[in-house]
């Protein structure tokens, strides 16, 4: 069974840094891209952030890059989002993805989901 | 980045059929057949129920089909069950966007 699992989230001033991470089992987890997507409290999906299989190359939406940086751990079945310099604006439900059929910022579809980490960012 | 576009919100009664339109552009849903829908429950996390158009992952219930005209695609949920009500996301491979492309989402009411 497919399972992932992310951590790390809470309440960040602004202008502080995060790391989540998530905890992959159930597949072969260096066959697959893997993402984070987020949703602010009411409002719809926002991809974030794609990672290569290898960890070789990863990809952002505009409105993170140069803050935050995702990166995988193939040893340990694990993907992270270092988040750095938060803004009110990153305030959301952060969600681990598996992405498939992926080319840099696009993915065909993300086919499981981990239950989500929330982050708070206010003073 | 433009989003691809649905209707707010969707309502119909049980037994009843409803369906959930995803515009978008000659970019993505009208150039690839990679079109998903995720189904999001109060509180829970999105779920994949359609796929590269109208595929159905292991478990989905044959109730839920989709398809796609040119840059639109449509999802239709037949014979409407209360545990259908949630929020509907579709999600469009693309060429021309920096970004995954999810539409802005679909609140179903189950009357």
């Known amino acids: 069974e497919v399972q992932l699992v992310e951590s790390g989230g809470g309440l960040v001033q602004p202008g502080g840094s995060l790391r989540l991470s998530c905890a992959a089992s159930g597949f072969i987890f260096t066959g697959y891209w893997m993402s984070w997507v987020r949703q602010a409290p009411g409002k719809g999906l926002e991809w974030v952030a794609n990672?290569?299989?290898?960890?070789?190359?990863?990809y952002y939406v505009d409105s993170v890059k140069g803050r935050f940086t995702i990166s995988r751990d193939n040893a340990k079945n694990s993907v992270f989002l270092q988040m750095n310099n938060l803004r009110a604006e990153d305030t959301a439900m952060y969600y681990c993805?598996?992405?498939?059929?992926?080319?840099?910022?696009?993915?065909?579809?993300?086919?499981?989901w981990g239950q989500g980490t929330l982050v708070t960012v206010s003073s | 980045q433009s989003a691809l576009t649905q209707p707010p919100s969707v309502s119909g009664s049980p037994g009843q059929s409803v369906t959930i339109s995803c515009t978008g552009t000659?970019?993505?849903?009208?150039?690839?057949?990679?079109v998903s829908w995720y189904q999001q429950s109060p509180g829970t996390a999105p779920k994949l129920i359609i796929y590269?158009?109208?595929n159905r992952p292991s478990g989905v219930p044959d109730r839920f089909s989709g398809s796609k005209s040119g840059n639109t695609a449509s999802l239709t949920i037949s014979g409407l069950q209360a545990e259908d009500e949630a929020d509907y996301y579709c999600s469009s491979y693309t060429s021309s966007s920096t970004s995954v492309l999810f539409g802005g989402g679909t609140k179903l009411t189950v009357l």
């Open positions: 993805a598996r992405g498939r059929f992926c080319s840099r910022t696009t993915c065909s579809y993300f086919d499981f």
């Open positions: 590269e158009v109208t």
């Open positions: 000659s970019s993505d849903i009208d150039s690839y057949n990679r």
């Open positions: 990672i290569k299989p290898d960890g070789g190359d990863n």
